[in-house]
T-cell receptor, first 112, second 115 residues
Framework: GQQLNQSPQSMFIQEGEDVSMNCTSS?????WLWYKQEPGEGPVLLIA?????ELTSNGRLTAQFGITRKDSFLNISASIPSDVGIYFC????????????FGKGTTLSVSS | EAGVAQSPRYKIIEKRQSVAFWCNPI?????LYWYQQILGQGPKLLIQ????????DSQLPKDRFSAERLKGVDSTLKIQPAKLEDSAVYLC?????????????FGPGTRLTVL
């Protein structure tokens, strides 16, 4: 099936540092979404992107929809301990309706 | 607004037993999804409903899994008989109509352990 390559797999950072993670695919996507998942909970939507080149912020989070429609990145600025969790990219293929395809996640650890 | 509700939150069964999960989507959301999330992986779509009709069930193991959304609101997912490899978190999500059509909102999930 279709795959999203998400990197890095894990990150260990100090509080206050900036973080960057990305997703790439060989296929074209209609949308890119970024989710955060904490233990025992479902994924929580952080940012949704609908247009190639779109740059959207949500507080300290910024995400971009790549120009080629095959990639996206998420930046977190000035990380804090509550940023800890697993971040997933997800997208909807242009030819496949609205079902989401997920990356494998980036596990973020923040030390204070 | 209330989020996606799921029950039970946890279920432990033995292999070959049957189990059912329930989901109530966000009010007004016409599209409902069931995903399976195996430990260490991202969620994978099992089935998608638009109102009470199935849009995509291509990845649903139909020999053992079934799902219904009879009145276009809440939904149940059933596994019969369960196998060890069905141990996973089962997530329900819903999405709105209109300009935010692509955004899916997830419930807390049901963690299934098959022994």
């Amino acid at each position: 099936g279709q795959q999203l390559n998400q990197s890095p797999q894990s990150m260990f950072i100090q509080e206050g540092e900036d973080v960057s993670m990305n997703c790439t695919s060989s296929s074209i996507f209609n949308t890119w979404l970024w989710y955060k998942q904490e233990p025992g909970e479902g994924p929580v939507l952080l940012i949704a992107l609908y247009k190639a080149g779109e740059l959207t912020s949500n507080g300290r989070l910024t995400a971009q929809f790549g120009i080629t429609r095959k990639d996206s990145f998420l930046n977190i600025s000035a990380s804090i301990p509550s940023d800890v969790g697993i971040y997933f990219c997800a997208g909807q293929l242009r030819q496949a309706g609205t079902a989401l395809i997920f990356g494998k996640g980036t596990t973020l650890s923040v030390s204070s | 607004e209330a989020g996606v509700a799921q029950s039970p939150r946890y279920k432990i069964i033995e292999k070959r037993q049957s189990v059912a999960f329930w989901c109530n989507p966000i009010s007004g959301h016409a599209t409902l999804y069931w995903y399976q999330q195996i430990l260490g992986q991202g969620p994978k779509l099992l089935i998608q409903f638009q109102n009470n009709g199935v849009v995509d069930d291509s990845q649903l193991p139909k020999d053992r899994f079934s799902a219904e959304r009879l009145k276009g609101v809440d939904s149940t997912l059933k596994i019969q008989p369960a196998k060890l490899e069905d141990s996973a978190v089962y997530l329900c999500a819903s999405s709105p109509r209109g300009p935010r059509w692509g955004e899916q909102f997830f419930g807390p999930g049901t963690r299934l352990t098959v022994l």
